[in-house]
């Protein structure tokens, strides 16, 4: 633990994501010059690269720690794999300090697989956590719901959707300062008969908890914000998160159709561009700062390949928050006080 | 089976649907002006109310068949224990024409889960096929892709998944002439070790099959047409197939909120309204003409519960493309030439 007068530490991944190091490393200095007076943040990857950004953007003599670390894990690499071969990979390296207690928090844009992987390796899991969930944010008509999982378990069993919402739900409301957000499962059909043999267990399970269970929610209530925590297991939560993000592109498409036909309307795009520039942003989950992984013991933000400069400073800001509001002890307390197995009935029950 | 001379024969349920009889009845009129000199319709409800409906639309004197069943299956009842429970129901007396050959097809926009139902017990299954699945179309930016199931089957199994995809490649061949369409599986990531288990066991049966298999395909890749047929599970598929639908309101929603503050933008969603009916048409599969059951012994459509008339029009001539092109004929022999179960496994495999 941090003594409490010391700044939080954060170590950012500089080499991982499509726009690496110079996204990474103009992240981490509108970062610094937002939170530089409480976070101490540290850039993880080639030096000379790191250095080479940093004075690009005249941010040489901000008091941005760099570490080298000779080994980059690809986007593309097979993640478990690349996590036991590169050693002194960034991710690696910079999980290493938080293991080590010379850091709070992590953040990557790098390969999520790898990350995760090397989250679980490094770090481990809390006690009572079966499986880590991310969990990312999605745009709604009354403002954001936290969907997870979004793809670190393909395959799920009632008792971790479970734990999935009483992690969502402590996450949710360190985040939007809502006491009591509205969990609800992703189905099909609304009674608590409908859905697949996952969720009919899950709603059991969910409905005797300690929460503000909403029941079964539909696929065409997240947008429409009926619950602030989305439960599901990563497998449909992945396939939704890309299908929404492929919306904006969709929506590009079918526009310039009617404007490669119609001059008032291509007027029209242009007047409407702040609105589509608006929805892009609601669209991408980036904007929000990144995913966190919940159940790791520690802190560990995943963030979009293609996050802009912005979007790793925000991540920034949700590792500030995960660890001053120490969100995982409040995890740990929720779950022991809803009877989660102890560890030692996990390994059976998987 | 119809003799080759005569009309095709299609029976329209014109109580189920939130605006039965009205939609339905206006729907079947549209449809005897567009096909009636080779179609013969009858609708099936209350006598009363559907002949007041014609006779509104001055219809009274067209050649439409109507046949009085005194009972409606509403849209929020238990689907299984409705069809029982209400034998003089008009989805189950327009099906009871069919398994008695004096119809052709099967229409209907009323609960999906009772027309379904209805549709496995009068009608039965094809002896090859395991389950039926629906199919519903899904725009993309190259055109439509088929979907299946979205909603018939919330657990499946790989042989399950295998046999959607041999029937969803004939249906979209014969509708969209085709002749050999991509077939992908939605899982998480590309590769054909990633997914949950159940599509990670059906890669391998896809693959061996006698199809254009894409492999895998993501969540993004649906709405950018990378395949045509898109194959899943009914849990998976329903939860997308309405978020889908949700996606009209959302940005009807951001618009309204850009229009309030904003003059220019105003202006601009005038001019590109549209863009906008042409995106809520695009993302309104009742357009497609409503979704087929594939794998009944028989044909039968499900309609979206808001279906507008034209859709009405248009789920009766996707009934006559399956009648003409005998696309269950066509299911049965390229199953049996993929080495499907035989029906006594079936039930083993279950």
Not at 33 to 40: P, V
Not at 56 to 71: K, R, T, Y
Not at 94 to 121: H, Y
Request: charged content about 20%; glycine content about 10%; hydrophobic content about 45%.
């Amino acid at each position: 633990m941090r003594p409490e007068t010391s700044k939080i530490k954060i170590a950012v991944d500089a080499m991982g994501g499509d726009f690496a190091p110079f996204s990474i490393v103009a992240g981490a200095v509108l970062a610094q010059r937002a939170y530089g007076n409480d976070t101490e943040l540290t850039l993880v990857g080639d030096k000379a690269q790191i250095e080479a950004e940093l004075n690009n953007l005249n941010a040489g003599e901000l008091p941005i720690n760099v570490i080298h670390s000779s080994q980059v894990i690809d986007m593309a690499e097979e993640a478990a794999e690349s996590v036991r071969k590169k050693p002194d990979s960034s991710i690696v390296v910079a999980l290493g300090l938080q293991k080590k207690s010379e850091s709070d928090a992590f953040i990557s844009a790098g390969n999520t697989g790898a990350v995760m992987a090397a989250s679980l390796i490094v770090l481990g899991r809390l006690q009572a956590v079966n499986r880590p969930a991310i969990g990312a944010f999605f745009p709604t008509e009354r403002g954001a719901a936290l969907v997870l999982d979004v793809g670190a378990n393909s395959d799920c069993k009632a008792q971790n959707l479970f734990q999935f919402g009483l992690m969502g739900s402590i996450y949710f409301s360190q985040i939007f300062g809502n006491e009591n957000p509205r969990v609800g499962l992703l189905s099909i059909g609304e009674e608590k008969s409908k859905g697949n043999e996952l969720t009919i267990a899950s709603h059991k399970l969910l409905s005797a908890a300690d929460l503000n269970f909403a029941g079964n929610i539909e696929g065409r209530d997240i947008l429409k914000g009926k619950a602030d925590v989305v439960i599901c297991d990563g497998f449909v939560g992945n396939i939704i998160l890309k299908f929404a993000e492929s919306i904006d592109s969709f929506l590009g498409e079918l526009v310039r159709r009617q404007v490669r036909v119609n001059l008032l309307a291509k007027i029209g795009a242009l007047l409407l561009a702040p609105a589509f520039k608006d929805l892009k942003k609601n669209l991408d989950y980036a904007e929000y700062g990144g995913a966190p992984l919940l159940g790791i013991n520690g802190v560990s933000i995943i963030c979009h390949g293609k996050s802009s400069p912005k979007a790793i400073k925000n991540a920034v800001g949700m590792a500030r928050t995960m660890v001053e509001r120490k969100i995982n002890r409040l995890i740990e307390a929720r779950l022991a006080a809803n009877g989660s197995f102890a560890p030692s009935e996990v390994e059976q029950s998987q």
